[in-house]
């Protein structure tokens, strides 16, 4: 749960955050309670009582209460969301890799940009979906939608103060295309009049708001053109004010003056707009004196037209770019300060992370978005990219530089919360597995316990686990499905598990279950499996006894009667038949032992004579019987032959 | 600001347990999956996850002569198998018999057979927990007169087959134990902590201190298996703990150097065990500290005395609750503090009384996050 990772004091000392407290909806819990963790985020909350001699009477006293959170994040939605920022990720942690031998900004930038354009899609998506749904869904949707709205826009602030390569730090041009792309004020309006080209246009009833918000969003070019379009245009008033507009000295890096030749320039230009303004000539007009005002940076017209704006990002630009335009982008923590203080109510959330932001306070940007509930998918891969970048540097009270510890328990957090999804659980291994050495540790942890519903799915939490060298999570999952398929008395996939999984246990286990089902129903499962096994085995005596009872019953098939009888011997003299199998093993070579040929010598008669009387319990008295006539026939027989033999021989 | 944060959404749904009686423990299976409750009624009931967030009874049946206390889980690699341990003063083995994977709904309620029980206590079973599955099968068990019993099953097989391992008594009355789970044995000899709920009295205090080698007044124990000597040692009894301990609980390790453990007493404390290198070891008098203890955290939010203390899977979280019928969550930050994130309560005033329960209650709504005129324009 992301509800906040922090624990630091910040320096407004705004957030002190309490733990937020939930009302159980049923009043079942009258006296103790107790609580178990399920997998995940998912708990029970039980009525219980300790009191041993008491026996409570009251049965109302029975109700479990599950609990589990709701991750926004698992919205089927917002899935490509999850999916293509896990590729950025996984690309941004390649870059960073390479960034260690050589500067890699560029590539950051680019990555930046495509996280963005990641959560541009996702709120086209949004808002296609939320145009059809209604009701609650559509609700949600549009929660959604100002949810990662919020969150584009200040990851592209956060670009354009941290991650972008600004030539000679001057923001004001990225700021005035920030301001623009988001607050997009009065740009419908602008476009219209224009394109009608009417003179009178301010007739229109937010003509001079729209002149005004070009102007202050820094569109000085349109603000002019809107100005001609007034039927007074052609006035001394209007040409006073377009004079002033047009010959607003403009600072750029690449203009060949330095920073104190423009000033000297921009000083000289307001002091001529003020002049004009002084000398009383625009007083039949005062919208064009306001114009004036803000234009010279007065701090009280920008205060007055603040209250048209939603909020204080409106006038940001336009704020800046008429009192400093020069500002660096670390320098704008004064500008956001008398913005924001031009109404003090209502501030919002987002209120408090652009300042935040504005003010070079990353340590409380991250804590700030840490609190939107979109499960720490922002929090994650924003400061992720600030740390690869170097722009992240977070103390701890003791001074130590603990942002990359900060780093990876929001990565943590994320990744173990996707591995909760029944399937987004392989991208949550991947952040995981980023993070290691205690990404891996969790991750081990989880995987083994990964529901597995299928043999497919099996299969595919071991390649994942062979994938992160996680061998141990591959062959605990192969004996509990080994141990699956015993209890269902399906031998042969047991004893499949078993080999995959290399366990000798589980191998012992499932062969011993083999052989009792040949006993009980003469059919030995999994022979092509065990035809073909190999060294595997080898990992237990009785997988290995199993292997070669298996390719008696080949031999015996393939009529090849003198190796199958061999085999057999062997089997019964190695003694490591189990118990339960000496009856099924003995009176295998009956039909040997009948044959019309004579497939076994006189030794390995007298061999399994032996083996018979030591384990006559195994069998009973007329089976016993009826293998001692055999027995003895097959002795005479070959007996004989043999004896015929030795006397050739001897001749 | 505290409104126009968002908050989680948490969902909850209530399942009619149908005890007869108090329930004493839930306890979920190895995926989480399945449940087991036991309560005073004498009865076990397991329910099954329908996959879709529900869970249905699959089967109920009476496991004791007494009132049940605790129900644990084996590692599936065993089979589907739980102990439970009760006031009559046995404990048992019951294993699930026919096919566990098909979907059960055609099954109806599903048998567990009682392979084995274990009646060498002469008092109330008040604990039983599965041992760590690398170390094979083993199951240990406390009793109210202080004895702790391990056991094992030689052959995994054949679950009817316990030979009681070893003996361990303590002189006081346990209530709860945990096995340490790190995986590292290594590292990390087999380890139980084990707590005891004996009120404090003089007596009680003076038996204890009886106990020569160990004097001290705590009610946490660390016992420790020593492949030499292979016999169950007390290595350690945390002295901060003082007063009755109702639950304990060892974090997962995530390959730490040391371990935590959570203590359910008059508060929820968690305690960092760190072990000591061998060399530095051997402190005055010959005798030989094993760990470092620390209290990392106190809370006593609770105000009242705490029941459990229940980890989640990664040890991020620990869930406790107590006589304020409360449940609070406890979450350590990156710099290692902990610091509670979230507190579920009944509803103090019984007067408005809530909508009755249906099958997903909604209750927490999220706020909306930012001004909504903030809204793309396009």
Redesign the interface.
Known sequence: ????????DSSRG?TV??????????????????????????????????T?NK??TD?A??????????I?LFTPILRKLVNESNGTYLSLQKAAEAAKVSDNQVEFLKLSRQFRSIIRVC?ENL?EAAAKAEGIEKNNL??Y???F??IE?IWHLCEILYIDNIPGDIVLPYLLEWVRF?F?CH?QTAAQLLGACERGSEDHEDYWDTVVGMVVQGRVDVARALLKLHSAGESNEFKLVDNSLRSMPVYSVYGGISTGEFTISWKHWQAECRSKLSSRVLASQPKLELIMKIIMGDYSAFESIRSKY??WFDILGGWVMFTAPWSRRHELGAAAAACAGMQATG????D?MVRALLEGDLHQVIHEIQ???DNGWFATHLTDILFHCGKLTIM?KHQTN?TS??R???I??YG?LLMEHKSLWSVGLSYLASCP??GL??AE??LE?????TEAKAMKIIAEAKKYELI?VAQ?VC??M????????RAGGALCWAMRGRSS??SS?AA?AALAHYTQHAVLPAQDLLLTAGSAMLLSDTLLFLGKYCDFHRLYKTREFKKAAQLLVSLITSKIAPEYFWETLLLDTLPLLESDEPVFTSNDTYEIMLCLELRSSSLDGEKADLLRLALARNLARTALAEGDGTEEGAQ | ??E?????????????????????????D????R?A?CS?DQYVKVWDSD?N?G?RLTASWKAHHG?VWKVTWA??????VIATCS?DRTAAIWE???????SGSEKGLRTWLKRSNLVDSRT?VTDVKFGPKHLGLLLVTCSADGIIRIYEAPD??NLAQWTLQHEIPTKVSISCLSWNPS?SRVVHPPMLAVGSDEPNTTNAAASVQGDKTTACNGKVFIYEYSESSRRWTRTDCLSSVQEPV?DIAFA????RSFHLLAVATKDVRIIKIEPIAESAASGNNGATVRFKCEVVAAFEEHYSCV??V?????G??L?????D?????W?M???N?W?????????PV?GD?????RPH????R?A??????????H
């Open positions: 749960m992301n509800t906040s990772s922090f624990a630091v705004k955050d309490a733990a937020k407290t939930f009302v159980l909806p049923d009043k079942c819990f009258q006296k103790h309670v107790g609580c178990a963790w399920g997998r995940g985020n998912k708990f029970t909350i039980y009525p219980r009582s300790q041993v026996t409570p049965t006293d029975n109700k479990l209460l599950n609990i589990k959170q709701d926004l709120l808002q549009l929660s939608i100002t949810i709205y919020s826009c988001h997009p740009e939603s909020s501030r919002s959330h987002l408090d609190q939107i509930s701890d603990v510890r900060l990876d328990s929001l943590l957090e173990c050495p205690e540790r969790r942890l989880i316990r990964m529901p597995v519903d141990g605990s004996r509990c080994c141990a699956r398929h015993l209890s269902a008395g246990a589980a286990r011993h | 600001m505290g126009l944060t968002a908050t989680n959404l948490f969902e909850s749904q209530t399942i009619l347990a149908d005890h007869k009686d108090l329930i004493h423990d839930v306890a979920y190895f995926y989480g999956e449940m409750t005073s996959g967030g869970w009132s590692h599936p690699e065993f089979g589907q006031f699930e018999v026919g096919d566990t994977a098909a109330s995994v097989m995986l109702n997962p390790n995530l390959g029941w459990r229940c980890w989640n899977l990664t991020t979280l869930a406790s609750s107590g006589d019928c409360a449940v609070r969550l979450k930050q990156y710099l503090q610091k509670c994130v979230a507190v579920f309560k009944n509803e019984p009384s809530p909508p009755q329960s209650t909604t209750y927490i999220m909306t996050m930012a001004n909504p005129t903030h809204m793309p324009f």
